[in-house]
């Protein structure tokens, strides 16, 4: 079975606005990712699973001197970045719609990403849905092997049993060290969102998990 053989969402497009109508014609050509194979300039950080794109957003307007592709399955969101991308003058940002997996497999050279977010990602809670999940042994060695040396893998939930799977899964990577003794405080940079915020009133816990990609015997 390949990695991309089993689904991480659930696709789904729903209501539209106009107005995303419009922003996602008027400005994919400037803001999207190109074909071909994925090249920048800068440290790149790719943040899987964007949402609406407003936490991707300000942390690239915080932090010019790292480009940032953002990547999201579900239209609105793209389209929202979109507009973000345009209103805050963001030269560092590209949005590509579609599967994350596919895009590390085929586009994505190994030792070429500065940083993984992947900040809220489905939980899918039901044990039968568990394979979906993005934090799996076969992904988590597929997202490691595109950080260069010292990069950085950033993850967030506000599930406590998927913290605790995460926590196991991305430990038992060879090519993995934690940088913290278990999980870690939020990092300053990871922006605070609507979302969380909600969770947060509700009593739900945040757990952040940041890994740093070391040499492997043999690499």
Known sequence: MTTTAIKTFYPRRGRVSARHEDAAARLRPRYGLPPGPVTSERPLVLEIGSGMGDATAAMAAADPGRDYLAVEVHFAGVANLLSLVEEHELDNVRVYEGDAVVLLTERIAPGSLDAVHIYFPDPWPKPRHH??????????????????????????????????????????????????????????????????????EAGREIFDLVFRAVPTAGS
């Open 131 to 200: 394979k979906r999940r993005i934090i799996r042994p076969e992904l988590v060695a597929l997202i490691r092997s595109r950080l260069a040396a010292g990069g950085v893998l950033h993850c967030a939930t506000d599930w406590a049993e998927y913290a605790e799977v995460m926590l196991e899964v991305l430990s038992a990577d060879p090519g993995l060290e934690n940088t913290c003794e278990g999980f870690a405080a939020r990092p300053e940079y990871r922006v605070l969102t609507k979302f969380e915020q909600r969770g947060v």
